[in-house]
């Protein structure tokens, strides 16, 4: 689908700069591939093999596998602005909708606590940055996040209690802009 959004719909767009977006450039297609391939079993997925671990073994070899992802995105963060270099591809959007829950609900409700975004320097400003583009924050409702995943796991969560932290301020300034003024 995410695919498709580059070239199906552009009838329905108002502008030709929405016209012209793609999120999966030709020639960043490896690139774009490697970090999906990587992102997803470690990241995307690897928040919920160790959410919903039914033994210890299975939780205790999964939540080191988010960390590796998750310590493997800080280290391309801190040298690119995005994962495949200066230019937002798919690739940021599909790390995009994990990171924007992980301090809200993978850290308390799936015992993903080894660290929370926040400490990490160069991937908590990207998760801002993301949030902060046009249209993107509108997408993200905290409530509902949050409720849902606090509220539907019964098997996690016996009696729905929804907590009330952690304080997370996703429009303080990122600054990425300043640190790759070229991108």
Not at 61 to 76: H, M, N, S, T
Not at 88 to 95: G, H, L, N, V, Y
Not at 111 to 129: F, S
Request: hydrophobic fraction near 35%; include cysteine; charge should be negative.
């Amino acid at each position: 689908i995410l695919r498709m959004l580059s070239t199906e719909f552009n009838a329905c767009c108002e502008t030709d700069e929405q016209r012209k977006l793609n999120f999966y450039p030709e020639h960043l297609r490896g690139k774009i591939d490697e970090w999906n391939d990587f992102v997803y079993p470690h990241v995307n997925n690897g928040v919920y093999r160790a959410g919903f671990a039914t033994t210890q073994e299975a939780y205790d070899k999964a939540v080191p596998d988010v960390f590796k992802g998750l310590d493997k995105l800080e280290e391309q963060l801190s040298k690119n602005r995005y994962l495949c270099g200066n230019e937002f591809t798919e690739a940021d959007i599909r790390a995009f909708v994990t990171l924007v829950r992980f301090d809200m609900v993978y850290v308390g409700h799936f015992k993903c606590n080894l660290r929370r975004l926040i400490d990490y320097p160069n991937v908590w400003p990207y998760t801002r940055e993301l949030y902060q583009m046009a249209g993107v924050s509108e997408t993200v409702d905290r409530f509902h996040i949050e409720h849902h995943y606090q509220g539907s796991h019964r098997q996690i969560n016996p009696h729905s209690i929804v907590a009330i932290g952690p304080e997370l301020n996703l429009d303080e300034p990122h600054g990425r802009d300043k640190k790759f003024p070229n991108a």
